[in-house]
């Protein structure tokens, strides 16, 4: 019998995590005993409050932070305009509790699924706010979709005059090579991620082993051609090749970080730290924070064991 490769495997596994999580049904499950199940590991907790005495804990081991409100696709004006609300109280609190820590927020969170404009205005008071409070906004990139609406409004942001602000780019899309090339002159503040969504192999490298070269490739490009790079990956091999690439292209610590989910790898977060880099924990909190966590769940399907152990112990 021809023997199925694991990376197959595990590429099937996360294809119908990704799928189920749009279950009505399991959402209801999930969101009604997922905290008690072991959500808590990825989401640091339903409210700020919470979320803060965690923030504080990992600034205390020496890790910067962001935190972000979960939540995606808002329906409405009204929606976006409460998430714009809740977004100055956060500043305003990590500022007040003087923690190494910014913001990372989705557009559509923000409206960019109904109207660009909107996103545009939502978007451009947190930044301006976040200025005034010395701070900085991360715009993660969600859907193939909305990556080049994304761009936009980053393009837009920076053309007002706005230096406190980053986005993301996704190393599983074939687009992103050019994408990168064409932010390069803004000298941009870019996260480098493998992508986190279910998108088209017309769209999207499909083999693994392909979004890892591409990560690569992005990452070295991003750092010679003056970003400053955030590495957002878990991937020990990639993160040990970093330094030198920095090296070769004649690229200072201070130009360059690591960045990893809250509950994931904390070891490793630890000996970077250690070992004196920067590095940022992406800590979000809120009481909407299903379909992040059916993300965390299919990178990594191990991460449903865990969570079915929980079940079955009660
Ligand atoms: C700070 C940060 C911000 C991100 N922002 C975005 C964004 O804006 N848009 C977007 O599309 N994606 C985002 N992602 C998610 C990203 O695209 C990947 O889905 C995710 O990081 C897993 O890929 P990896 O780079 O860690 O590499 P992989 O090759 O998937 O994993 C490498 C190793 O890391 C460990 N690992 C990875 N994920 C997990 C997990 N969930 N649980 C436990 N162990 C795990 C495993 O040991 C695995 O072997 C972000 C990731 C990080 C770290």
């Known amino acids: 019998m021809q023997k199925v490769p694991r990376a197959a495997i595990s590429g099937l596994a996360r294809a119908s995590i990704l799928r189920a999580a749009d279950s009505v049904f399991l959402r209801r499950v999930v969101r009604r005993y997922g905290m008690r199940l072991g959500a808590g ?3 640091a907790g339903e409210t700020l409050d919470e979320c803060v005495v965690v923030l504080r804990r990992l600034n205390d081991a020496g890790l910067h932070a962001n935190t972000t409100l979960l939540g995606e696709a808002i329906p409405d004006r009204d929606g ?42 939502n978007v451009e008071r947190l930044v301006a706010h976040a200025g005034v409070r010395a701070s900085f906004i991360r715009i993660d990139m969600e859907q193939s979709d909305y990556v080049e609406p994304t761009l936009r409004i980053y393009e837009r942001l920076r053309a007002a005059g706005h230096a406190n602000v980053g986005t993301v780019l996704q190393s599983y899309l074939y687009r992103t090579p050019a994408d990168l090339e064409r932010l390069l002159p803004l000298e941009p503040n870019l996260r480098i991620v493998k992508g986190a969504y279910l998108e088209p192999a017309a769209i ?9 070269a591409a990560y690569l ?6 750092l010679e051609g003056g970003a400053y790079i955030a590495v957002a990956t ?28 809250y509950g994931v790898r904390p070891a490793l977060q630890r000996s970077l730290v250690a070992q004196r880099y920067k590095v940022l924990v992406a800590t979000p909190y809120g009481p909407d924070w299903y379909p992040y966590l059916m993300r965390r769940l299919a990178e990594r399907p191990a991460n449903l064991l865990f969570f079915l152990r929980n079940l079955v112990r009660g």
């Open 41 to 43: 590991r990825f989401v």
């Open 80 to 121: 976006a305009a409460a998430v714009v609300r809740a977004y100055v109280e956060v500043l305003d609190r990590l500022a007040a509790e003087k923690l190494q820590a910014n913001v990372a927020l989705k557009l559509t969170h923000l409206g960019l699924t109904f109207d660009e404009e909107l996103a545009y205005e």
């Open 204 to 212: 999207a490298h499909p083999e693994k082993r392909d979004v890892d």
């Open 217 to 222: 490739t992005i990452v070295r490009r991003g």
């Open 234 to 261: 878990h991937d020990e091999r990639i993160i040990g090749l970093v330094p030198t690439f920095a090296q070769q292209e004649g690229v200072g610590r201070e130009e360059f970080e690591f960045q990893m989910l």
